[in-house]
Structures are given as structure tokens and as C-alpha cells.
């Protein structure tokens, strides 16, 4: 069991980091991660390793994003530490898509898996983030 | 006021039954309740006792779940202790649907009232969960 | 950086007001703000200072309301601590409307700025509230 403080630790972490992601400042995002850090999007099997690849790949994902403001809604966060002082959090995540009338969408639901260590500076940073979208199980 | 790392645990331990019930693990959902534990379905006058009640009654809800991925949102949880050591829990609750295609619909948004119980094993239990469906005023 | 003992006061803070913007309590969510507390809609350029105007104006915005339930959801919580004691909290938000059938729509999200200080009795009060909707930037 973690510390209450750490929990809002992590929280705190999330609420900066998707600041960053939902107004597209593509530089500062990557650099809430790891030099090698990685995202892995599990259910189109693409990964992006590495700053400089995460960030030409959000650079080639603009468009998606043009006339709309992505919101990154988290819940139900796992927080667990590892005996190397890493921390695995699982979270759930909503995407709502705004519109410049308002209207809100939203994209499909994920489930997401970090891997968050700890800087020289002390700051926490994402090593790895694994994202799966939620899919209806076969019948 | 309840501690910070008593809040946090029950977030926690949301975070885990919440994983359970969205996942169809509906047997260790239940076992998430104390043995005599009950959920009422206040809007449709509905109440299981007991987790073998419980269990019967998921079993058969099943079909409406067939083709989607449930996952059950929570906010603005209130925590408080009774003399007895246990908590009465009060949240919102906003269910989303993504079927196969990625499509996202919503439940009706809820309100929750739990009452936990601290287990001899030192964990958290569920003795009664009553809900709520937000419903306008008449007017 | 908060303690989590302080940012668990603030999530319980919202939990309680929220709850009684959301069944239209108006003078009791009133006085969760200071005496001269204001509340600022940026994107519709309306500003009500004190507990008087407020209560005015979401007399007036009743009818917005009839035949469904509002529920705010926030996320992200950012909590600052200044030298003065008061706090300054950032977050998002999401507002869904429920109506009679249960059909759930929401309104355009927004980001929110609150400044909220500890009063004689302890208790927290919202000085000021900052509502910015989000909106696409330029392209």
C-alpha cells in the first residue's frame, strides 16, 4: 500500500502532464517522459520509442485535432510500487472532443498502464505507457 | 475528517471492485461484498441479498452486456467514519458503453451510497450498496 | 507541494459543493463562497461579485435546468498553496445532463481557476471562480 502522499504525488504528476498533451504542447509532453521512454498503442500495434519519435509522431497526428479540444478524463487509479522504487499505475481513461460550437464526442475508452521512475531532479517521469483500448470481449 | 490514507484506500479499493464488475468477473465482484451484503436498485425497486442473490441476478442481466465494454466512472466521493469504524461512501457514478466500433454511449448517471466494513482480514468489504438514479425534480 | 491531507480537504471541499450546485440549492451553494466571492464566466464575458448576485443570476438560469439533472464531474485537480495561505485550484470540468428518460447529453467542457481561503470557522470558502470554456485555438 502506497502513501497517500505519493498517491497525490502521481495525481498531481497526471494533472501537468495532460495539461500539456490537451493543448498540444508536443515538446513539453515528450518531456514528461524518459529519454528512451515509450508509448505503445496497443490495439493499432504501433510504439513509439524515444522523445524524437513520439514527438514527429504527434506532429503527423495534429490534423486530428484541428477545430476540436481533447480533454484526457482519468479514473480508478492503481498505484503500486516496485522494489527498484518504480511505480506501475493502470488507470481508466475517457477522451471527450470538443468542438468550437460545444458539441461534445467522445473517442472509444482506454485502459492504460504506466511505468513512472524517479529523475535526478526528484520529479517523477513516464518510462512507459501502454494503452489499450477498451474492447468488447469475444462471443 | 477522515485521514488522507484512509480516502486514498478506498479509492483504491473502488478502483480494484470497479475492475472486477467492468471485466464481468461477477463472482469476485461479489466476493467484494461481505457475505450478507446487498445492492438495492432504488429506481426499479430492486434488491439482492446476499452474493449468491447477487451473482444470480448479474448471470441474467448478462445479455445487455454482450457487444460492449462497461466502465463505471466515478467522482466526488464523501467519506465518512461512523463510530463503529465503518464508512458511509456517498459518489456520483457516470456509466459508458464502447461497443466493438470504438462507439460510446451513457447510462443515466447515478448516485451511490455504500456503507464498508473492515473485514478480519484487514480489508475493505461492501455490507450494502443502494442506487440511486438521477431523476429531474417534478416541476 | 501539498500535503495530500490538504488536497483530500479540497477533493471533499468540491464534493459537498457540487453537490449542492447540482440539486439547485442555490442559497446554500452561495454561501460556500466569501461574502464578496465572485464567479467569472470568461467565454460569455459575465461576472456576478457577492452572494446577493449570484443567487440572482442562477435564479435566473433556472429554467436551463427544467426536467434535468446536472451532474459536474472534475478531473486533474491542481492545488497551490500561496504565501498567504489561500489556495489556487486548477481543474477540468465535464457537465452531463440526465434527463426524465435517462437520454445523458453534455455541455462544452471547460477548464476552471478557483481561489479558495480558509475562513474564521476553518472551513473552506471559494473567494473566486475563473470559468473558461474550452475552445479550439485558431488554425
Given at each position: 500500500m502506497i502513501t497517500a502522499d505519493l498517491y497525490v504525488e502521481v495525481q498531481t504528476y497526471y494533472a501537468n502532464q495532460m495539461r500539456l498533451l490537451d493543448s498540444l504542447k508536443i515538446e513539453e509532453y515528450a518531456a514528461t517522459f524518459t529519454a528512451d521512454g515509450e508509448i505503445v498503442h496497443a490495439h493499432r500495434d504501433e510504439r513509439a520509442q524515444g522523445r524524437e519519435t513520439m514527438i514527429a509522431g504527434m506532429y503527423a497526428a495534429l490534423p486530428r485535432y484541428k477545430g476540436v479540444v481533447v480533454r484526457h478524463w482519468f479514473d480508478h487509479l492503481l498505484v503500486e510500487q516496485g522494489g527498484d522504487g518504480s511505480l506501475t499505475?493502470?488507470?481508466?481513461?475517457?477522451?471527450?472532443?470538443?468542438?468550437?460550437?460545444?458539441?461534445?464526442?467522445?473517442?472509444?475508452?482506454?485502459?492504460?498502464?504506466?511505468?513512472?521512475?524517479?529523475?535526478?531532479?526528484?520529479?517523477?517521469?513516464?518510462?512507459s505507457r501502454y494503452i489499450e483500448r477498451d474492447t468488447p470481449a469475444e462471443s
Open positions: 499505475v493502470n488507470y481508466y481513461t475517457l477522451v471527450s472532443r470538443t468542438d468550437a460550437e460545444g458539441k461534445v464526442v467522445f473517442e472509444p475508452t482506454f485502459t492504460v498502464t504506466d511505468i513512472l521512475v524517479r529523475g535526478d531532479d526528484g520529479q517523477l517521469y513516464t518510462k
